[in-house]
């Protein structure tokens, strides 16, 4: 009896060792979304990690700026294997969808679209962060887009150094969430993924127009291990 309630207690620590250390966690299952908008694409410099120790001439905010166009057009693309997908060009002048917008007050980047940027629908860091909105607005938008679902994708960018040489790689974390037409977020997922390149030492790195597409990368990686495990 004793030695199966300690094999019993080494399966649990087991079980929960492999819980703990997995990249991805899941909300409820999204089985009756069939189409969906991706209404919000956010990307944070988070604390200025990617800046700090950056070696280059063009400025970080606008390679960031420059790098928010792609990221969505890639969500689209790899969502569109899922589900049908509205692309935000078609709604992006849509009344409802700029009215359940609020002013960005947080230092965060989006794409522009059509020449109008991708409103934000909260002012809470933690909020945005999490990829959460306010299940009124999620119906709103829903009815408005007629869609089933409303997609927010939001990815933080940063720098890991580590090694026996201490090389400094990108890093992004990301989180997508969706919500459904009754205001219920049925699906939260993360995924952080680190740089292939080395772009420096010690944290200080090479941060220009080549190497900005690290980042850009490290999120796509990501953003195929979230969809495939939707």
């Given amino acids: 009896m004793k030695k199966y309630?300690?094999?019993?207690?080494i399966?649990?620590?087991?079980?929960?060792?492999?819980?703990?250390?997995?990249?991805?966690?899941?909300a409820k299952s999204g089985g009756s979304i069939k189409k969906v908008a991706v209404v919000s694409l956010t990307v944070s410099d988070v604390a200025g990690s990617v800046r700090a120790g950056s070696i280059g001439t063009t400025p970080v905010s606008k390679l960031i700026d420059s790098s928010v166009n792609?990221?969505?057009s890639d969500a689209e693309k790899k969502l569109g294997g899922k589900w049908t997908v509205?692309?935000?060009?078609?709604?992006?002048?849509?009344?409802?969808y700029r009215k359940a917008g609020v002013k960005k007050t947080l230092t965060v980047y989006v794409p522009k679209v059509n020449g109008r940027e991708m409103p934000v629908f909260t002012q809470v860091s933690k909020e945005i962060k999490g990829g959460k909105i306010d299940p009124q607005k999620a119906k709103d938008l829903c009815r408005a887009l007629n869609v089933d679902g409303v997609v927010l994708i939001f990815s933080e960018w940063a720098s890991k150094t580590g090694g026996m040489v201490p090389t400094t790689k990108?890093?992004?974390?990301?989180?997508?969430?969706?919500?459904?037409?009754?205001?219920?977020?049925v699906i939260k997922e993360r995924v952080d993924m680190v740089g292939k390149r080395?772009?420096?030492?010690s944290g200080v790195?090479?941060?220009?127009?080549?190497t900005i597409g690290e980042w850009r990368d490290a999120?796509?990686?990501?953003?195929?291990?979230?969809?495939?495990?939707?």
């Fill in 198 to 201: 080395s772009l420096g030492f």
């Fill in 205 to 210: 790195k090479a941060v220009n127009k080549d």
């Fill in 86 to 96: 509205v692309k935000a060009s078609g709604f992006i002048d849509n009344a409802g």
């Fill in 11 to 26: 399966l649990c620590s087991l079980l929960a060792l492999a819980l703990a250390s997995s990249p991805i966690v899941s």
């Fill in 170 to 185: 990108a890093m992004t974390k990301n989180i997508l969430t969706v919500w459904d037409r009754n205001g219920d977020q």
């Fill in 70 to 72: 792609s990221m969505l």
């Fill in 5 to 9: 309630i300690y094999a019993l207690t």
């Fill in 219 to 230: 999120y796509s990686r990501a953003l195929d291990k979230i969809v495939s495990s939707l």
